[in-house]
């Protein structure tokens, strides 16, 4: 989704893409927080269902990687290097994803996290909204 940048006072009194900014920047937190505070601004609730989405898919996948990791480090020389090779990625990632979010946020743009809001849409359709 893409839409025109904003700059509406919201309820927190910031403008929209600064408090949208402030979601994105700080996901899960920042998306709770936002979530609850705001009622009228549109673009700051979206941008807070998606750091929502966002830092409780990273948080999941973090953990996952940890119980696959544990498992992986008994392969020798092998194990060590998957073990890299999958931090490496999902660091790499997630921190690409982070940054498109943050910038998308503070130019006041409807954005969606590919994947990962379609997946959690349909797991909390009552917080997509």
């Not at 750091?51 to 898919?57: C, D, E, P, V, Y």
């Amino acid at each position: 989704m893409s839409g025109t940048p904003t700059s509406n006072p919201s309820d927190t009194g910031l403008s929209s893409n600064v408090a949208a900014g402030l979601c994105a920047v700080f996901p899960l937190i920042g998306g709770i927080v936002f979530y609850f505070i705001e009622k009228k601004d549109q673009l700051v609730r979206h941008w807070a269902v998606q750091s929502i989405f966002f830092g409780g898919t990273w948080f999941v996948v973090w953990i996952a990687l940890g119980i696959v990791d544990q498992i992986l480090i008994h392969i020798p020389i092998l194990g060590i290097l998957l073990v890299v090779l999958l931090g490496l990625a999902f660091s790499l990632g997630s921190f690409i994803l982070w940054l498109l979010g943050v910038i998308k946020a503070f130019q006041g743009t409807y954005w969606e996290y590919p994947v990962i809001s379609e997946q959690c849409k349909r797991l909390f359709p009552k917080l997509g909204a």
